[in-house]
């Protein structure tokens, strides 16, 4: 795949996948927290105020007292204490040790859990200090040292216990509460201390507004939670449709190749055992079109949805499968032995080939392993090189090696397939050129008459003589050129300089013989190809009989009607027609039964192994007996040592071709097997042909074994 339209479908898969969830978590969880902060911020302040004016009211009352007796010398005294005790106020003096010089009210001081330290300060800079009244100790938790500090915590944990508390006496109709807490106040140089007690009122309204506010603000932040929530389900809600959407595939409803990328990459990418290898396979059901034309597209869509669920529950923990396209299936198995998931995939195709009742379906699998890469030690490493497209197209070439096969298969990728599909590449790129560039040379092979050994006709053979890839066999490069619908060039190619090399020959004053082309079935289908035939012949100048035209006996199974009206036509025109490789492929009788062709040429296998004797002779007799009765010749091809020859000159073939009398060779040296009229320039005497041997290697031999 190219890599712009890739790197686009990469970044919609990011937009999927990217969680927008833990974004909005992430959002909810910092406001919940800022509001928190925020909250408990301002409870402390509103809280440190309400103490600190009311606390300070007291305080500045109980600092007037001591300053009264601080400044009074020690005749005033006692009409000082008579002033304090008017205030109502218990309180008392010691001195630095802890002796009581007066004391009035009762002295009800907690001294046991330390001192509570205030957050204001005196006229003088001074933390004022203060003790707990007995009644009321416990009203704060004292921290490790002992000591009461006023701290935003601290008047938090108290609210909540007075809040208690004033719940508990608004029962008793109480609207306050008093803290009493002691003052202690240095007099006197710092010789003596001042203790007053004091009450702390905290009203309920005092109270009740810093709930409200607390509510308010919880009720608040309580309200922007639930907000972001909803918008968080929202948006999973959301993104669980897209992503449903986006892996599902419309047709079986599993899912699709999106999400079997995405997910096969990963677990492709993740370090495993090293007995673990995972293989990415390509299933392909054979004929599904054909399936969808017999019945419907509904009905046939409905068989790809079997065949989903079929695959989907052979597979184990941690693989996958999806819908490809049309009948196309990617799947990613685990497997520890090939043995082993070669009988796993061929058990799973035995399953899917009986989806249907009355129908006998086939699949074609083609398989790519992906290989562990290991370390030093031996052990499994991570794979950042994996790329799932190119390994699901390496299962696909796989599979496509089978696409001859009409019964279910199984094929495996290995390197050479990529060297075959780049050799197939270079052929479909380099076919115009070699025809502008006339890369195509023509290889002539006699065929003699085995009884006289006089040389009675020629097959004209392509060879390709490329600057940059050297000599090649048409078996490397017809083939191709074939099945990719090209051949048609590569004929009418052949066709032209065959004419025009025997026009040149018969002008130079040699004996020319008939001279066959190949013309490759799939030029059958077009309806005008006898007469191009003939103009192109015309053309050179040839006489058409020097011209045979060979047609492979596959080419008659394809348009019957077609054929004949073409051999017809071309029969008239002039040029003789010929049935190549009669007896290779399929039943060739019937063919030969509406075919009016002039020649038969008896395929090679023929004449592999051993003729003499046996049923080969018998059919071989027969064949040619047939074709006598036809009214046709016989050409024997591919006959290598002289007992054929002579068998085949008993039986009465007509002509021969084959190694024993002549490889395919280039036009001069054939022409050099021609005779020449007399008058003209090196004329020749007739010569028998060279018996070669098929033990001999020439130069032929070893360029057609290339590639
Ligand atoms: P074919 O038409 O059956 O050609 C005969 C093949 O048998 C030739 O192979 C020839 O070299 C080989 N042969 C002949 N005698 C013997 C023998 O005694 N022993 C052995 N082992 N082989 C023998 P070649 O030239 O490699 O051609 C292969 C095929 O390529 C041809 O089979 C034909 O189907 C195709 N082809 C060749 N030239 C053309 C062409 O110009 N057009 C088309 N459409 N096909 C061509
Ligand atoms: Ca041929
Ligand atoms: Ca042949």
Redesign the pocket.
């Known amino acids: 795949m190219a890599n712009t339209p890739k790197r686009k479908k990469n970044k919609v898969l990011k937009i999927v996948r990217k969680n927008h969830i833990w974004v909005t978590i992430a959002i909810c969880l910092v406001i919940a927290l800022v509001s928190d902060a925020f909250i408990a911020l301002f409870s402390t302040v509103i809280g440190e105020y309400l103490l600190n004016s009311k606390i300070g009211e007291e305080y500045e009352a109980v600092a007037y007292m001591a300053k009264l007796y601080d400044y009074s010398s020690n005749e005033e005294t006692n009409n000082i204490f008579a002033l304090l005790n008017e205030e109502g106020r218990s309180y008392y003096i010691t001195d630095n040790h802890g002796n009581v010089i007066y004391q009035n009210g009762e002295n009800t001081m907690g001294t046991t859990n330390g001192i509570l330290t205030l957050s204001f300060k005196d006229e003088d800079d001074v933390v004022v200090k203060a003790y707990l009244d007995n009644t009321d100790e416990g009203a704060f938790v004292p921290n490790e040292d002992g000591d009461f500090v006023l701290s935003a915590t601290s008047i938090f944990s108290f609210v909540v216990k007075f809040w208690a508390d004033t719940f508990e006496k608004s029962k008793n109709n109480r609207n306050s509460v008093d803290m009493p807490f002691w003052f202690a106040i240095d007099v006197k140089d710092g010789k003596q201390i001042f203790y007053a007690k004091t009450i702390f009122n905290i009203s309920v309204t005092d109270v009740m507004f810093l709930g409200l506010f607390i509510c308010i603000a919880l009720v608040l932040v309580g309200c922007i939670i639930i907000l972001m929530l909803i918008n968080m389900i929202n948006t999973i809600v959301h993104q669980n449709r897209l992503s449903k959407v986006f892996f599902t595939d419309p047709i079986t409803r599993g899912h699709n190749w999106m999400w079997f990328s995405f997910h096969g990459e990963q677990l492709l990418k993740k370090k495993r055992s090293a007995k673990e290898t995972y293989a990415v396979l390509d299933l392909v059901f054979v004929k599904f079109r054909n399936y969808c034309v017999c019945h419907s597209v509904a009905e046939g869509e409905e068989m790809l949805y079997r065949v989903d669920r079929i695959v989907k529950e052979s597979l184990g923990k941690k693989e996958l499968s999806a819908h490809y396209a049309s009948a196309n299936f990617a799947l990613l198995l685990k497997f520890k032995d090939r043995e082993e998931l070669k009988a796993r995939i061929q058990q799973l195709i035995d399953k899917l080939e009986k989806i249907d009742q009355d129908h006998k379906f086939t699949f074609h699998v083609g398989v790519y392993v992906v290989e562990n890469v290991k370390n030093a030690k031996g052990k499994a490493i991570r794979r950042k090189d994996i790329d799932i497209e190119r390994e699901y197209n390496n299962a696909c070439t796989a599979r496509s090696t089978l696409e001859e096969s009409d019964d279910s298969a199984i094929a495996f990728f290995d390197e050479n397939l990529v060297e075959e599909q780049k050799w197939i590449d270079t052929v479909m790129e380099k076919r115009r050129s070699a025809i502008e560039n006339e890369e195509?040379v023509?290889?002539y092979?006699p065929k003699y008459d085995p009884k006289t050994n006089k040389l009675r006709g020629v097959?004209?053979?392509?060879?390709w003589n490329s600057p940059e890839l050297g000599f090649k066999?048409?078996?490397t490069f017809?083939?191709i050129?074939?099945k990719n619908g090209f051949?048609q060039d590569?004929?009418h190619?052949?066709i032209t300089h065959v004419a025009r090399d025997q026009k040149a020959w018969l002008d130079a004053g040699y004996e020319c013989v008939p001279a066959s082309?190949?013309?490759?079935r799939a030029?059958f289908s077009e309806n005008d190809l006898a007469e191009q035939i003939r103009d192109a012949v015309d053309a050179e100048g040839c006489p058409r009989n020097l011209l045979e035209i060979?047609l492979?006996e596959s080419a008659f199974f394809d348009d019957k009607k077609a054929m004949i009206d073409t051999i017809l036509k071309l029969k008239e025109y002039g040029f003789m027609v010929s049935m190549?490789?009669f007896g290779s492929g399929y039943s060739s009788l019937n063919s030969l039964k509406d075919m009016p062709l002039d020649i038969l040429?008896l395929?090679?296998e023929f004449?592999r192994g051993d003729v003499n004797g046996g049923r080969g002779e018998i059919v071989i007799s027969e064949a040619i007996a047939l074709a006598k009765s036809l009214n046709m010749l016989t050409v024997a091809?591919?006959?290598?040592f002289k007992e054929q020859v002579d068998f085949l000159a008993s039986k009465g073939c007509d002509m021969i071709?084959?190694?024993?009398f002549a490889?395919?060779m280039p036009g001069e040296e054939y022409a050099d097997k021609m005779n020449r009229k007399e008058g003209f320039a090196d004329s020749k005497e007739e010569k028998a042909p060279k018996e070669e041997t098929?033990d001999e290697t020439p130069e032929?031999q070893e360029i057609?074994t290339e590639n």
């Open positions: 195509y023509i290889y092979q097959e004209a053979l392509i060879r066999s048409p078996g017809i083939p050129l074939e051949i590569i004929d190619y052949m082309v190949n013309v490759s030029h060979e492979t190549d490789d040429k395929d090679a004449f091809e591919g006959v290598e071709q084959g190694y024993f490889k395919p098929a032929e057609s």
